[in-house]
């Protein structure tokens, strides 16, 4: 076993429903709260004991300034501080990893307003965890990282009004009508540093044509994106983020609104099944790749976007 780093994390419970109670055994949220990569991985064979000392430091943030920026941590920094940080690394005044210490799976929590999607589906104003999933730009729109999500909205949405994917993701009721009451729904703070991006899709209709989907501020993953390999979709619609690597990320995510622990989620991928013209993919709650008819309820949205 290789150790690479340490870290320390600390529970934070869901919000509920109105009328709603949490108790102890429902789903708890564990948000990073120190995080040290060491500069020389610690290799264990067989039979090795030890003890690692680590020390939690509690000293009040920020811990440095870098020109004129108060340097924070991603999870605990106050919402202004963070995008403070954000707009001087577009400046190229700091390095978000470098000088910020910023790391792909570091999270924090969202607050979103309510929202209603396509079919006036009703969605409950929440946090959510967001969480650090790349630091590539994505598609040449500019941004300095990609933010998913480590749970889905609440409540489940379609992917679109009818059983069919014809006229692929850009003409899907997710992308026209949903996703962007979402986006509205964000805090003004994220809103104003979000990038608008393109993204890559077949053209459904059993078609493995791409084609370019504009003018996101919100989308969906692909199934490449989150799995490295298409199973269902066609080939060409883009490439695994670093986040899904570790393929527990896509499969632990639940909504976080008091539900069980266990209670995981399938959540929508934007990737037309190229099998049938009536179905999207899908993740599955035991991590694998999926479809569903795109009219059908019980699937929820875990977007992302570029700040």
């Not at 690692?52 to 811990?63: E, F, G, H, S, V």
């Not at 400046?91 to 396509?118: C, E, F, N, P, Y």
């Not at 909504?255 to 599955?284: D, F, I, Q």
């Not at 709650?285 to 875990?302: F, I, N, P, R």
Request: aromatic letters at 10%.
């Amino acid at each position: 076993m290789t150790i690479r780093e340490i870290g320390y994390t600390q529970p934070t419970q869901g919000t509920t429903r109105p009328g709603q109670t949490v108790s102890q055994n429902q789903a708890l949220r564990y948000v990073l709260l120190d995080r040290t990569v060491l500069d020389e991985p610690l290799v264990l064979e067989a039979g090795d004991a030890g003890i690692i000392t680590y020390k939690l430091m509690t000293q009040a943030y920020p811990t440095k300034v870098v020109e004129g920026v108060e340097i924070v941590p991603f999870t605990w920094g106050t919402d202004e501080q963070i995008a403070a940080m954000i707009a001087a690394a577009h400046d190229g005044k700091i390095d978000l990893q470098a000088d910020g210490g910023w790391r792909v799976g570091d999270g924090r929590l969202i607050s979103v307003g309510a929202w209603t999607g396509g079919g006036s589906a009703a969605h409950a104003a929440q946090d959510i965890l967001a969480v650090i999933s790349s630091f590539e730009d994505y598609n040449g729109c500019g941004c300095v990282m990609q933010l998913d999500f480590a749970e889905v909205f609440a409540d489940s949405q379609r992917y679109n009004a009818t059983n069919t994917n014809v006229g692929g993701y850009g003409e899907s009721e997710m992308y026209t009508t949903s996703l962007p009451a979402l986006a509205a729904a964000f805090p003004a703070w994220l809103r104003t540093l979000m990038k608008t991006f393109t993204v890559l899709a077949s053209a459904g209709n059993k078609s493995t044509e791409i084609v370019s989907v504009p003018n996101n501020l919100l989308a969906l993953r692909s199934e490449v994106e989150v799995f490295g390999a298409v199973t269902y979709s066609a080939p060409g619609e883009g490439e695994q983020i670093k986040y899904y690597r570790d393929i527990a990320n896509a499969t632990i995510k639940t909504n976080g609104m008091g539900e069980t622990s266990s209670y995981r989620k399938y959540w929508w991928l934007r990737s037309p099944a190229t099998n049938y013209a009536t179905s999207a993919c899908y993740v599955k709650t035991d991590g694998t790749a999926g479809y569903a008819t795109a009219g059908g309820a019980g699937t929820c949205v875990s977007p992302f976007c570029c700040v």
